[in-house]
């Protein structure tokens, strides 16, 4: 710990360009001025919906990479916040409805998301390894069944529909533009989160544990404890998502949270590689601009043949998905550059 | 009433019970009261409080009938597990595609049983051709194994659309399988006097018969003979196994064949008792991950304990409380993390 601080304390003056790092400043000022080229096709569809489900596969990265316990259950988290949204605020499907303003709502739903993620988490944390991922889909696929068959609280197969985006400042916020910002806001605010708090002192020992739990509870951790909070964590950031995914449809059924989207949610975070945050939003763009495009190319029947056959390849010759496949290049373009000439 | 009262871990004192034949004796309880339940004329104040006594008895029956179908299901999930330590998620993939095979061959044919035998057989060539193929080039790392398999059931669910749609099909069961079975259970008595006697499906019967001698060969096979002694052995530590000079990948390769092939053969018995549409692989999924996860992982004797409850469950909370059925699956199940996270017949890693 002393020998980190020294090497910053060797630095003299940091500035904030280098702080923040060029590829991400790069990133972000793109990124923010991306509405001034793109229609609003390429703003919510694909850009808006690929940061929903990143910061989503982003929770599970959170846990996945920093805590070594790989969940399916996140899209069950996102779908309770949402369904929060839907009980708490308004609704046309004449089923509850408290009609709570969104500052009251939102804050209530995510707070949902959050409790039922750390419990979730604390029901498997007392296994290990791959044993989470199996209680996980049993919960995130007994969610589903029970969504559809309760109709006093999920309104059953339908679900519930019109469920509009807050209106204030005089802005619409479903519009393209300023969802779009709502999104970029969201994906960068939990990025920047995730990368700061991995090097957090919790996010160290969180990866310590990872690494040898056995160890740390001889040290003195309580392992449980600190699982328990990366699961409310991943629930606070997969909530903030299903309620931007709520916003996005207008409308939450036992479909959103279904067994595919929960593995498409696994997909995403593996393609795009589970060693860095930025892994998440790489697999979400990836998997997002195949779902749109696919449908030319093998046609919106076959699409999930395409991507299960991607989603296997990538397994089979990248295990850190693009990340690493991206990591294994680097060297060589690096040496071919020191090469000169022909 | 006094020999309840004793602590169970005054076992070790010498005097008193041990807590075995305490839970002998809460067993041998609860199994007269299910006899009672079953066979004796229910008083008027138990039939307002179950409905009645035919619908206590038919959801008993028909969770029976479930649990021995989620038996063969999951017997094959849990071998593959306790084996090779990866969960095949594509496990009900295998069960809809035994169930397709099944469907196709009973209705060119018209034998069932011909029906029965493809859907094993073919499933267990495919099992064997997975593990080779791809199970043995991940050898070690059981996370990419499983991700492997959530990949192969993506693709198998959306091939088998593409090739069967998504209609509902039911498989025709044989002549000689049709009609009930009239059972010496007295489920009312008119106002004559005449007692009525509970009617059962007779292929229904069938299928727990079925189960229970496949779940009895499974067992003897496992510990009678040399082959399951090997995958005992493998079980147990695989490394070691393979150091006193067993071919562990021959070992490996019969696992998968069973596993695959016994979720083939319950694909097309479950196919004829229900339906095989897209989705019932999701359903059988959950079902054998249940089943794993209460009964504890590689055990046998687990999955059918954990196949019986959540079959019954299931039943029960379908006839008593229609939309909760699944919660009452899920209470099991994190009842029993919450007090034996190995499960019930689990062993301690």
């Known amino acids: ?342 | 009433m006094s020999i309840l009262d004793q602590p169970s871990s005054s076992s070790l004192s010498g005097g008193g019970v041990t807590s075995r034949q305490a839970w002998g004796l809460v067993g041998l309880l609860a199994a007269a009261i299910v006899a009672w339940l079953v066979f004796a004329i229910w008083p008027a104040w138990l039939n307002a409080i179950l409905i009645s006594k035919k619908a206590f008895v038919s959801a008993i029956l028909n969770g029976l009938t479930l649990a021995g179908l989620y038996f063969l299901v999951a017997s094959g999930f849990t071998l593959i597990f306790g084996l090779m330590r990866n969960i095949n998620l594509a496990h009900g993939s295998l069960y809809l595609l035994g169930a397709y095979i099944g469907y196709e061959v009973t209705s060119r044919t018209g034998y069932w049983l011909l029906g029965v035998a493809a859907g094993f057989t073919v499933l267990a060539i495919i099992g064997v051709i997975m593990q080779v193929f791809v199970f043995r080039r991940l050898e070690g790392d059981d996370l990419r194994q499983t991700l492997v398999t959530i990949g192969i059931s993506i693709v198998a669910a959306d091939m088998m659309l593409a090739v069967w749609a998504g209609g509902t099909y039911q498989i025709a069961t044989p002549e000689w399988l049709d009609g009930a079975l009239t059972l010496p259970i007295i489920t009312a008595v008119r106002s004559n006097g005449a007692s009525v006697f509970l009617t059962y499906p007779l292929y229904r019967v069938v299928v727990l018969a079925a189960a229970i001698v496949i779940g009895v060969g499974l067992w003897l096979m496992l510990n009678k003979t040399r082959v399951g002694m090997m995958i005992r052995a493998g079980v147990d530590d695989r490394a070691m196994l393979s150091a006193s000079g067993v071919n562990v990948h021959a070992v490996f390769a019969i696992v998968f064949a069973v596993g695959a092939g016994l979720a083939g053969f319950a694909g097309v018995v479950g196919g004829s008792a229900l339906s095989v549409a897209p989705g019932e692989d999701v359903r059988y999924l959950l079902a054998s991950l249940v089943v794993v996860i209460v009964g504890g992982m590689g055990s046998i004797t687990g999955a059918a304990i954990g196949a019986l409850l959540i079959g019954l469950a299931e039943q029960i909370g379908l006839v008593y409380f229609p939309t909760y059925g699944v919660v009452l699956t899920f209470v099991i199940m994190v009842v029993t993390l919450a007090v034996r996270p190995q499960g019930i017949m689990g062993k301690a890693r």
């Not at chain 1, 707070?111 to 419990?119: E, I, Q």
């Not at chain 1, 498409?264 to 979400?284: E, K, N, S």
């Open chain 1, 1 to 342: 710990m002393s020998l980190t601080t020294i090497a910053d304390g060797a630095v003299p003056q940091q500035n904030w360009l280098d702080k923040i790092g060029a590829g991400h400043f790069i990133l972000g000022t793109a990124l923010l001025l991306y509405p001034l080229l793109a229609s609003d096709f390429f703003l919510t569809q694909i850009a808006g919906y690929s940061m929903i489900f990143g910061v989503l596969a982003l929770s599970l990265m959170l846990l996945a990479g920093y805590g070594g316990m790989l969940s399916l259950a996140q899209i069950t988290v996102a779908g309770i916040a949402a369904y929060a949204v839907a009980i708490l605020g308004s609704n046309n499907s004449n089923v509850l409805g408290f009609g709570w303003p969104w500052w009251i709502a939102v804050p209530f739903a995510v707070a949902a998301a959050a409790v039922s993620s750390a419990l979730i988490g604390w029901i498997s944390v007392r296994t290990e390894g791959i044993y989470t991922l199996m209680i996980t889909l049993a919960i995130a696929t007994a969610t589903f069944y029970f969504a559809q068959q309760n109709y006093a609280i999920f309104n059953g197969h339908s679900g519930y529909a019109g469920i509009h985006a807050p209106v204030f400042w005089g802005i619409d916020w479903r519009d393209p533009k300023p969802f779009y910002y709502l999104c970029l806001g969201l994906a960068m605010l939990s990025y920047a989160a995730v990368l700061y708090g991995s090097r957090s002192t919790f996010g160290m020992t969180l990866q310590a544990i990872r690494d040898n739990p056995r160890r740390m509870g001889a040290l003195g951790y309580h392992v449980t404890a600190h699982k328990v909070f990366a699961w409310f964590l991943a629930g606070i950031l997969a909530g903030l998502a299903g309620v931007l995914l709520v916003w996005f449809n207008g409308r939450v059924s036992p479909g959103t949270i279904g067994v595919d989207v929960a593995i498409d949610i696994l997909i995403i975070a593996v393609i795009g590689g589970l060693r860095h945050p930025i892994g998440p939003f790489v697999g979400a763009i990836v998997v997002i601009l195949m779902q749109t495009f696919a449908i030319d190319i093998v046609g919106a029947e076959r699409f999930n043949t395409l991507i299960g056959l991607v989603f296997l390849a990538i397994v089979f010759v990248s295990p850190d998905g693009i990340l690493g496949l991206w990591g294994r290049i680097k060297p060589h373009l690096a040496q071919e550059s020191l090469r000169a000439g022909p």
